[in-house]
């Protein structure tokens, strides 16, 4: 009944439910009828994939990835392995993140990867972040100033390295991220920050609002002027 289904959107829809529930016998059951259907399109393809990267199922991801590519290799590009990349940072598992990764670098060794790495770095994804830096990829940390709202959730490890990778007044850009940091809470990076003389024209009310005594605190030890 399955096979003879004709309504194209249901026989996705299936597929989507079973990637999502991780249900690997109908996956596999899918791709060992797979002439009997309509070839997959890029979209279906690529929701997939978004899917497994969403529920953190290293394992079916790479399923997915080794058969897509048997079958429908002509959609796999930069592009492609990029926009998972993106979404990867946000959700997954260390190990998708490191396949992609390496599949970008294979196609272009010069790739820029600096918008993953401050998706990584917002999303609270430091493996990544360390992977990227470990890797040496291409990163241009000069234009991560203007994403400084993005800099505040940053792990302060992380933050350092790239601070102490741009110019001055790259330096002094990336310390206004200071409002951010205390929103987020992010006290190691808080700390950070005001060891480098970062502006606090509105870091105490910041803190306060935070209702976290610790932060104030912070704040209080090296400006107590609001």
Do not use: W
């Amino acid at each position: 009944l399955f096979i003879n289904q004709t309504d194209i959107n249901g026989i996705e829809h299936s597929i989507y439910t079973a990637v999502e529930i991780n249900h690997q016998n109908i996956i596999n059951f899918y791709f060992d009828n797979l002439d009997k259907f309509e070839p997959p399109n890029k979209f279906f393809v690529q929701n997939l994939l978004n899917s497994s990267i969403r529920n953190k199922t290293d394992e079916l991801f790479n399923f997915l990835m080794d058969k897509f590519q048997q079958t429908s290799n002509g959609f796999f590009n930069l592009d492609l392995y990029y926009e998972l990349l993106i979404k990867a940072c946000i959700y997954s598992n260390l190990s998708p993140k490191k396949t992609l990764v390496k599949l970008i670098l294979d196609k272009n060794p010069k790739f820029n990867f600096s918008k993953a790495f401050i998706k990584a770095s917002s999303s609270g994804a430091m493996d990544l972040c360390r992977y990227f830096i470990d890797q040496k990829v291409h990163i241009i940390y000069d234009k991560l100033s203007s994403q400084v709202s993005e800099l505040g959730s940053v792990d302060q490890q992380i933050f350092e390295m790239i601070y102490n990778n741009v110019s001055p007044e790259i330096q002094y850009k990336f310390l206004k991220c200071i409002d951010y940091a205390i929103e987020k809470k992010n006290i190691k990076l808080i700390d950070y920050l005001l060891k480098q003389n970062a502006p606090m024209r509105l870091s105490l009310f910041k803190a306060v609002k935070t209702h976290d005594v610790d932060i104030v605190n912070l704040i209080l030890k090296y400006n107590s002027k609001p």
